[in-house]
């Protein structure tokens, strides 16, 4: 790829106003809320999504070329991506984003255990019991570490994601438009932000159950679209995130992941939005 520049004119503020303005009607033609962008209660502007982001990349034609530099140590897994983003068109480079991940964050470090025998039979300096936050009220639980090369396919995913994130949102101008990724911030932030937004509403009561008529058929649209609102008002905003967390309350087997929500049974829809919303309340936590 070559990397000189040929000299281009400045934009004019038409040219900027018209590069805002498209990126405004993609938004609301092409994205979709809880796929491509998240809302945040709290935050005073929309979430980029990887999915978005693909989109805006897209759009202006851009194309990514990642650059991978390995941390690692022997108890830790750790990227950082360089992703340069070039015009298809001309080839000349339009700028570098950077996001680098690592399995010491808290999420990657940590896990629940598989049962109570898991947890104690593990050595004391590899578990602990921490408090978690809840929407109704907070809650204590089990964990264990997680080994390192078990998330180390995750760690290299996020790490690029977080670089073309940072790529889009600054070759494309778009800061003004979207927020940074929520899984950049603490997850306390995050739960804290929400938990907020909730004390300034009423309670919401219960929705009672529905007996699924036949749980083998495919999962509908309004429950997987539910899946993806209730996994990011926990914090888990990231495709690949989402679906190993379901992959996880569903059965899967480590490292297998479900590859889209679109597979889901009604049954199996029906089970992760329970247990999802168990956890958000935190309730069946110990």
Not at 13 to 36: C, F, G, N, S, Y
Not at 156 to 181: E, G, N, P, Y
Request: aromatic fraction near 4%; charge should be neutral; charged fraction near 30%.
């Amino acid at each position: 790829m070559n990397e000189l520049q040929e000299y281009r004119r400045p934009l004019t503020a038409t040219d900027i106003r018209a590069q805002v303005q498209l990126i405004q009607e993609v938004m609301k033609a092409v994205m979709e809320k809880d796929v491509h962008y998240g809302i945040i209660p709290g935050t005073p502007k929309p979430t980029l999504y990887k999915p978005g982001s693909e989109k805006l990349l897209s759009t202006f034609r851009i194309g990514v070329e990642p650059e991978t530099i390995d941390l690692s140590t022997p108890d830790e897994v750790r990227y950082q991506v360089k992703a340069r983003g070039f015009s298809q068109e001309s080839g000349v480079l339009l700028g570098v984003g950077i996001g680098e991940c690592s399995s010491n964050e808290e999420k990657y470090k940590w896990r629940k255990p598989v049962c109570d025998e898991e947890f104690n039979e593990t050595p004391e300096d590899r578990k602990r019991v921490v408090w978690k936050r809840g929407q109704q009220k907070n809650y204590q639980q089990k964990q264990i570490r997680t080994n390192p090369a078990d998330v180390a396919n995750t760690i290299l995913k996020m790490a690029k994601k977080r670089a073309q994130i940072d790529l889009t949102l600054t070759v494309t101008a778009a800061s003004d438009i979207f927020d940074q990724d929520l899984e950049d911030l603490p997850a306390g932030v995050v739960e804290g932000i929400v938990e907020k937004e909730t004390e300034k509403k009423p309670p919401v009561k219960e929705p009672q159950k529905k007996t699924v008529k036949d749980p083998n058929e495919a999962a509908t649209e309004p429950q997987i679209k539910a899946i993806h609102a209730i996994l990011t008002k926990l914090g888990i905003t990231d495709d690949f995130e989402k679906h190993r967390k379901v992959s996880q309350i569903i059965g899967m087997p480590d490292p297998q992941v479900i590859t889209s929500m679109n597979l889901l049974k009604k049954g199996q829809a029906s089970a992760v939005i329970e247990a999802l919303t168990k956890e958000g309340t935190g309730e069946g936590n110990s």
